[in-house]
Nanobody, 116 residues
Framework: QVQLVESGGGLVQPGGSLRLSCAAS????????IGWFRQAPGKEREGVSC????????YYADSVKGRFTISRDNAKNTVNLQMNSLKPEDTAVYYC?????????WGQGTQVTVSS
């Protein structure tokens, strides 16, 4: 069965850290470009970070640059998103997306809540 599963979300205080993981089953993430997106209540889904399949180049939205780090763990067939210095405005459901040409996979999302 082909699927993506996000994990690692939760409740954290402002300034804290979380590490999200996107695990694939049924296919190999190495060949896919991977993106992390988030959607806050009442807002559109937005791109947070992505990593290429070819040379590992990364991209970050301005709002998370310097605080978030995306990385691959090919041995575990996962892509991680390390989130530091979290802010209340980072509160959202976080989704990972795997893309290879015309093939797209989405995970079910994991909730991140930043609140004191």
């Amino acid at each position: 069965q082909v699927q993506l599963v996000e994990s690692g979300g939760g409740l954290v205080q402002p300034g804290g850290s979380l590490r999200l993981s996107c695990a694939a089953s049924g296919f190999t993430l190495d060949y896919y470009a991977i993106g992390w997106f988030r959607q806050a209540p009442g807002k559109e889904r937005e791109g947070v970070s992505c990593i290429s399949s070819s040379d590992g180049s990364t991209y970050y939205a301005d709002s998370v640059k310097g605080r978030f780090t995306i990385s691959r763990d090919n041995a575990k067939n996962t892509v991680n998103l390390q989130m530091n210095s979290l802010k209340p405005e980072d509160t959202a459901v976080y989704y990972c997306n795997a893309v290879l040409y015309w093939t797209h996979y989405w995970g079910q999302g994991t909730q991140v809540t930043v609140s004191s």
